[in-house]
């Protein structure tokens, strides 16, 4: 089991940035895969961004392609996503979650371990 603590949301205005941080503990493993999705409200929880622990292969959901940017640093266990020109359809609840897998997955239910959500806001 993986445990996965999110950090760094906020409220910010229309075309700012923010930096989210998901540290992982218990049994991390290099065949894992992080990812970041996010659920607004009254929506299904939606795939935003993976990376591949060991390979550093990244995906993207279409909605923030080229905004933004996921990395992971293997000494820290952690995993970030830098978040560029928010605006207000950014606005929800994000959430890392942890996949036992050296394969990627868009898919939510593929994913072993979640963290707890972190809020994020963007004011237009």
């Known amino acids: 089991q993986v445990q996965l603590v999110e950090s760094g949301g906020g409220l910010v205005q229309a075309g700012g940035s923010l930096r989210l941080s998901c540290a992982a503990s218990?049994?991390?493993?290099?065949?894992?895969?992080m990812g970041w999705f996010r659920q607004a409200p009254g929506k299904d929880r939606a795939f935003v961004a993976a990376?591949?622990?060991?390979?550093?292969?990244?995906a993207y959901a279409d909605s923030v392609k080229g905004r933004f940017t996921i990395s992971r640093d293997n000494a820290r266990n952690t995993v970030y996503l830098q978040m560029n020109n928010l605006n207000s359809e950014d606005t929800a609840i994000y959430y890392c979650?942890?996949?036992?897998?050296?394969?990627?997955?868009?898919?939510?239910?593929?994913?072993?371990?979640w963290g707890q959500g972190t809020q994020v806001t963007v004011s237009s």
């Open positions: 218990g049994r991390t493993s290099s065949t894992y895969v």
């Open positions: 979650a942890a996949r036992r897998s050296r394969f990627t997955s868009r898919q939510s239910a593929e994913f072993d371990s």
């Open positions: 990376v591949n622990w060991s390979f550093g292969s990244t």
